[in-house]
T-cell receptor, first 114, second 114 residues
Framework: AQSVTQPDIHITVSEGASLELRCNYSYGATPYLFWYVQSPGQGLQLLLKYFSGDTLVQGIKGFEAEFKRSQSSFNLRKPSVHWSDAAEYFCAVGRGGGADGLTFGKGTHLIIQP | NAGVTQTPKFQVLKTGQSMTLQCAQDMNHNSMYWYRQDPGMGLRLIYYSASEGTTDKGEVPNGYNVSRLNKREFSLRLESAAPSQTSVYFC?????????????FGSGTQLSVL
């Protein structure tokens, strides 16, 4: 069965500093990988996705993620965070885009210090 | 662009009461989904509808029923609410179940069962 692990429940970063959120997955085939962001009181919004090809994918809001098959990881990065990046971040893995095949991680809560 | 609209936004029920959560999307999507989100648990799929006229169980279907009323609307019903169903409920839609498209989420319904 597929699974997703986000090892960090909370991460605190100073505004302007770089960010890396970790995601490890378990999947028997080539995975479809996603990062979603949830702002307070809102639904989830897709940041980026990886299906195939270039292992470094660019997303919205200046985020990028790198797929590393050897490490079963899909870590999310941003060079310089802004206070508006404070949110909950979810990694997801699946066999396709359809939600019935997606498994979400438990989320990482990002706190931005001034 | 309304996207995915959920009603109500907040609801308090007593144990044993029933209610229906409404969801509508205006993007002509074929597939719709209901999730629940609990602290430290991430999102878990309750039911989904791959296309109009079909519904299937997700990871945590017990205690819920769904109706795909038409292509736009997908409702979630709690027949006899229990405190364990206190959660935030999200409706989502996608172009197709198998497509490599993203999920679009509503803003959620916060449900408390006393």
């Amino acid at each position: 069965a597929q699974s997703v692990t986000q090892p960090d429940i909370h991460i605190t970063v100073s505004e302007g500093a770089s960010l890396e959120l970790r995601c490890n997955y378990s999947y028997g085939a080539t995975p479809y990988l996603f990062w979603y962001v949830q702002s307070p009181g809102q639904g989830l919004q897709l940041l980026l996705k990886y299906f195939s090809g270039d292992t470094l994918v660019q997303g919205i809001k200046g985020f990028e993620a790198e797929f590393k098959r050897s490490q079963s990881s899909f870590n999310l990065r941003k060079p310089s965070v802004h206070w508006s990046d404070a949110a909950e971040y979810f990694c997801a893995v699946g066999r396709g885009g359809g939600a019935d095949g997606l498994t979400f991680g438990k989320g990482t809560h990002l706190i931005i210090q001034p | 662009n309304a996207g995915v609209t959920q009603t109500p936004k907040f609801q308090v029920l007593k144990t044993g009461q029933s209610m229906t959560l409404q969801c509508a999307q205006d993007m002509n999507h074929n597939s719709m989904y209901w999730y629940r989100q609990d602290p430290g648990m991430g999102l878990r799929l309750i039911y989904y509808s791959a296309s109009e006229g079909t519904t299937d169980k997700g990871e945590v279907p017990n205690g819920y029923n769904v109706s795909r009323l038409n292509k736009r609307e997908f409702s979630l019903r709690l027949e006899s609410a229990a405190p364990s169903q206190t959660s935030v409920y999200f409706c989502a839609s996608s172009t197709n179940r198998e497509s490599n498209e993203k999920l679009f989420f509503g803003s959620g319904t916060q449900l408390s069962v006393l």
